[in-house]
């Protein structure tokens, strides 16, 4: 039997999509992946073996960075989810919801790298300036606290993000656990019975994005002068002996492997956390004044905080000359006006990499979210655990794999080798960013019928027309959604960044913002570059709240978006 | 289909523009400051309507695995940086491309001893580089310590945890102050005082312009640099000073044209633009600070104050630095620093501070075999556990072969250094308790 031509070119249009996301797969995921496992398993005579991953399990300095590593993301993600749960507690307790705008910067760590908290404190409690020259005979330089620096940076950077976590997964219950108390039942046994159950699977999303992100970290633990971790090491390893050394590709390697471990035993606690409740409590719920205030003074204490550390990254940015003196000399706005003049570059490039990495996104979360909704349901859930899966790629690793795989590849027609060029910066972006990208295209996949699109077809309409009067509008705000998270995870991943930036001029903002902050002459520029950055943010802030505003469903198509554990089907 | 062909010409124009942009750029590999770069690139980019620069920015250390690593048409055009070594060594992989029709009369072949082209012609001297000491005078007057004038003050007990110094691995500047210690006191000698001096410090740093950064900030006292580096923070009004320490070594900053260049007419006219009188005078920007190579210059009017005297660089050169010495062991010099330093930082300075407080209560009545344990503490703490002679045995294949080599021999090397500072802890402890009983 013959397809009518129609039915053809259909089903030609149905197979194009989920063909281009195969071929992106496995181009930028499977081959490079599989080609630094392969090569982590071969021996010298290039015959399949051991011999040689042995001998480097045994270097003494992998074995340290190993332990270092696994250590200081744990350390963080219990030490960010040891200052977010009481937070959480008392703020569930007095059934105080956060303004949306505070709930929104709770995801703000994941758009900010934290190194730039690292710099700030040290300019802030260095023995350069500020509170460090204060408190002189005290040394509080955080270049000297060792791995604890690295985890107490990485615990206040994620802090907010796990307090968000959790904050949203315990709302649900937070009035009818009001009403219970009042009846009699005491408060340590709400914790344990309702809010700790109820708190599980955001406390693990939460803890288990603070364990991955320290993990892959990069550019903190170099400012800190901290090498002995894994990230680091195969950073230094790549760039004096070239990708194709054996012992990075191991530190990768394990990188993943704890990563896929971690991020595995996070998704057992979110499920076994069963569904999420959807929010019944709405924002501003009036309760008794008294506790209200006490609960809003610890927001606005929570808020203060962030601004004292980031303060000497502010103070850097106006700071003329500032050395050994309590505050600096002079001030001035020239950081601002060299970093608007040379570096405007870079956020430019920041726009074309991280652009082109969420349109990829974008186009390719809408296809699987298409391809999860209409398949049986058990493929459909391995598709989605795929797609999460990559989350668990740390960058570094992903960046070495695409070092090693595109190694000696020229771009076609140009004739310019692959990774000289800014090719494979998006494309890495694309994949870290996808899984974030699914959820919010699953989202926006879900809140198109399935029925509009059938009674626009069968009263004729043109498939144009369907994807432009009916398609387009009901998906746009999931899919602007998905194009943002997407951008901003990319805008920051200094990890995969650091490795494949082709040239300084080539380099996304966050990159030249870590250049900018390593001239000889002060970090002015890097600081001020810093700071443009953050109000950029800001200002998507403010929109997106105005935009979720006008939408009037806040949080839930938030939540839904960003917690990956649970499908949404 | 009108829609398709449209879209078709665009692509086919976007695409053109493309190549063209790709004809005209010249890529410059450097590992010099964002400031220095800046000014080349606005100065060279205004002054040439059909060339743009670009610049990637590399640690010196690492371009000859770099380059090797890339096929001919995929390598970066010029390479332009302060370390000898580097370059020797690209001549020596015949990576470079001679370039003597560049060479400028008005700039001489030698000054001194000091050769200042190569003598091939595959390189040429840009700008002349001494290395020294970089001091934060706020920092260093508020502690009450003087600056110090050779590397050996620097090992001495006062300075401990106010220096800061990079890992010869990561910064090309470091490996030649360390490569100019190693030959002027020896191989024992030189890393014994390189491990004091890395002792005294407070951190190692990832990149070398996290040295002079910290120090103009004043969060650490002073540190090993290049000239330009400190001279660079003096001029722009931060209270930091320097001095050339000695034994010291000047090298020419040089620049040159790379073997499989892309764009060989943009980056001999980049190379000419930077030994022109406009290239060099960039160099006397308050923000650049270095020290031009062309002789002129030096009596200039609008040079800084108190700017270097072209006789007083050029008499501080260590009579016998021998680049193709360092060039011959360089990774090496750095994997074995790493290993014996970078990578073991935290636990050396916490060793070289029990062995200096365990040293203080040593009085002249002290018991003898305490002296001696010390003594074999801080012999084997500041030892390096390779001799020369090995370091050279180390087999230089290519690739991933070489890679694994030395991966295998830095196991050893760490294994041994975590042996001999566990012994020396052993020692230090045990002559603390033949101590105790003395107050």
Redesign the interface.
């Known amino acids: 039997m013959t397809l009518p031509a129609t039915a053809r070119y259909r089903s030609l249009g149905a197979w194009l999509m989920p063909g281009f996301l195969a071929l992106f797969l496995l181009a930028f995921f499977f081959f490079p992946i599989g080609g630094m496992l392969i090569g982590c398993f071969t021996n ?1 005579g290039s015959a399949l073996g051991t011999t ?1 991953i042995a ?2 399990m ?4 992998y074995l ?1 960075s190993l332990t270092n590593s696994i250590a200081v993301a744990l350390s963080a993600a219990i030490l960010a989810a040891g200052f977010a749960l009481p937070v959480a507690l008392i703020l569930w307790r007095f059934r105080l919801h956060p303004p949306l705008i505070l709930e929104l910067c709770g995801f703000l760590p994941l758009f900010i790298p934290p190194f730039m908290l690292s710099l700030s404190l ?2 802030l409690l ?4 500020a509170l460090g020259l204060l408190v002189a005979p005290i040394d509080l ?1 955080p ?2 606290w ?1 791995l604890s620096g690295v985890i107490l940076i990485e615990a206040i950077h994620y802090f907010p993000l796990v307090l968000i976590t959790l904050l949203l997964s315990t709302s649900a219950f937070a009035r009818q656990a009001d009403e219970a108390a009042r009846l009699g039942n005491s408060w340590w046994r709400l914790t344990t019975r309702v809010f700790l159950p109820l708190g599980w699977p955001g406390l693990a999303f939460g803890m288990a994005i603070t364990f991955l992100k320290t993990l892959d970290d990069l550019a903190t633990p ?4 901290i ?2 971790l894994l990230a ?1 090491q195969a950073y ?2 790549v ?9 990075s590709s191991l530190m990768a390697v394990s990188m993943m492997v704890i990563s896929a471990f971690v991020w595995i035993l996070s998704i057992v606690f979110v499920r076994q956390g069963s569904t999420w409740y959807s929010t019944t409590m709405s924002h501003g719920e009036r309760t008794d004044g008294q506790r209200r205030h006490v609960a809003f003074a610890l927001l606005a204490a929570i808020v203060l905080f962030y601004l004292l550390c980031y303060s000497g990254m502010l103070l850097t940015s106006v700071a ?6 309590v505050l600096p000399e002079s001030f001035t706005f020239d950081h601002y006006l060299s970093a608007l003049e ?1 570096e405007t570059v870079s956020f430019a490039n920041t726009l074309i990499y991280c652009g082109i990495a969420a349109g990829i996104d974008v186009l390719i979360g809408t296809a699987m979210a298409n391809a999860i909704r209409k398949s049986p349901t058990r493929w459909g859930k391995h598709l989605t655990w795929l797609a999460i899966g990559l989350l668990s790629v740390p960058g570094v690793a992903l960046a070495i794999a695409y070092l090693q795989f595109f ?2 590849m ?1 771009l076609p ?5 692959l990774d ?1 060029t800014g090719f494979l910066l998006p494309m890495a972006f694309a994949i870290r960013g996808l899984p974030f990208a699914l959820r919010a295209c699953t989202f926006a996949r879900h809140s198109l019928p399935d029925a509009y699109v059938e009674a626009a077809d069968l009263s004729g309409a043109s498939r144009t027309a369907i994807f432009f009067r009916i398609v387009l509008p009901t998906m746009a705000f999931g899919l602007l959604m998905a194009f943002v998270i997407s951008f901003g995870i990319a805008a920051v991943d200094l990890s995969s960044a650091m490795l494949l930036v ?5 380099a996304p903002v966050s990159y030249t913002i870590y ?9 002015g ?1 890097g600081s001020a570059l810093a700071i443009l950055a953050i109000g950029f943010i800001s200002v998507v802030i403010v929109a997106a709240v105005a935009l979720i505003r006008r939408r009037r469903r806040p949080v839930s198509g938030l939540k839904r978006a960003l917690f990956l554990g649970n499908p949404i089907r | 289909m009108t829609f398709l062909a449209r879209l078709l010409c665009l692509s086919v124009l976007c695409l053109h523009a493309v190549i063209g942009y790709a004809e005209s750029t010249v890529v410059v590999a450097s590992p010099f400051p964002k400031e220095l770069l800046s000014a080349y690139k606005r100065a060279f980019d205004e002054q040439s309507p059909d060339f743009r620069v670009e610049f990637v920015n590399f640690p010196g250390a690492n371009i000859i695995s770099y380059l090797r690593d890339r096929a001919p048409g995929s390598r970066p055009d010029v390479f332009w940086a302060s370390s000898p070594d580097a370059f020797n060594g690209l001549k020596r992989y015949d990576l470079l491309l001679p370039i003597t029709e560049l060479a400028k009369p008005e700039i001489p072949d030698s000054m001194g001893k000091l050769a200042l082209n190569d003598p091939a012609g595959f390189y040429l001297g840009q700008a002349l580089a001494g290395y020294g000491v970089m001091w934060n005078k706020r920092y260093l007057e508020s502690r009450n310590l003087l600056p110090p004038r050779t590397w050996e003050e620097l090992a001495l007990p006062r300075y401990f945890g106010h220096i800061i110094m990079s890992s010869p691995s990561r910064s090309s500047t470091t490996h030649l102050i360390v490569e100019s210690i190693l030959q002027g006191k020896g191989w024992d000698d030189g890393w014994t005082l390189i491990m004091k001096i890395a002792a005294n410090c407070a951190t190692i740093t990832e990149r070398t312009f996290d040295v002079p950064n910290s120090i103009t900030r004043g969060r650490f006292g002073l540190g090993p640099v290049v000239d330009f580096l400190a001279l660079s923070g003096k001029y722009s009004g931060f209270p930091v000073d320097f001095a050339y320490a000695s034994p010291s070594v000047v090298t020419p900053a040089s620049i040159g044209l790379i073997k499989g260049t892309r764009n060989p007419e943009g980056a001999k006219a980049f190379i000419a633009f930077t030994l022109s009188k406009a290239g060099q005078r960039l160099l006397l920007l308050p923000e650049i600070g270095r020290l031009p190579i062309l002789p002129s210059l030096y009596e200039t009017e609008d040079r800084p104050a108190d700017f270097p005297k072209l006789i007083d660089i050029t008499r501080s050169s260590l009579p016998n630095y021998a680049p193709t010495v360092s060039e011959s062991r360089y990774q090496l010099v750095a994997a074995l620093f790493d290993q014996m330093i970078t990578f073991r930082h935290a636990r050396l300075v916490s060793v070289s501070k029990t062995l200096l407080a365990a040293e203080r209560r040593l009085g002249a009545d002290a018991p003898r075999e305490a002296a001696t344990l010390l003594g074999e503490a801080r012999t084997l703490i500041y030892r390096v556990p390779v001799s020369e002679r090995d370091v050279a045995q180390v087999p230089k294949t290519r690739g991933t072969r070489q890679s694994r080599a030395i991966a295998v021999q830095e196991a050893e090397w760490a294994r041994q250094r975590d042996q001999d500072l566990r012994t020396a802890i052993g020692k230090i402890e045990r002559a603390t308790r033949l101590l105790k009983p003395t107050p």
């Open positions: 010298d040689s001998q480097h045994g270097h003494p300095l340290e040290q300019s260095g023995r350069g300036g330089d270049t000297l060792g170099l400012s800190l002068g090498t002995n680091p230094f390893r760039f004096s002996y070239g990708s194709q050394d054996p012992l003329g000359i500032w050395s050994h003196s040379t190694h000696g020229r027609i140009l004739d310019l080798p000289s082709p040239s300084e001029t080539d250049l900018n902050t390593q001239t000889s002459t002060g970090r520029t």
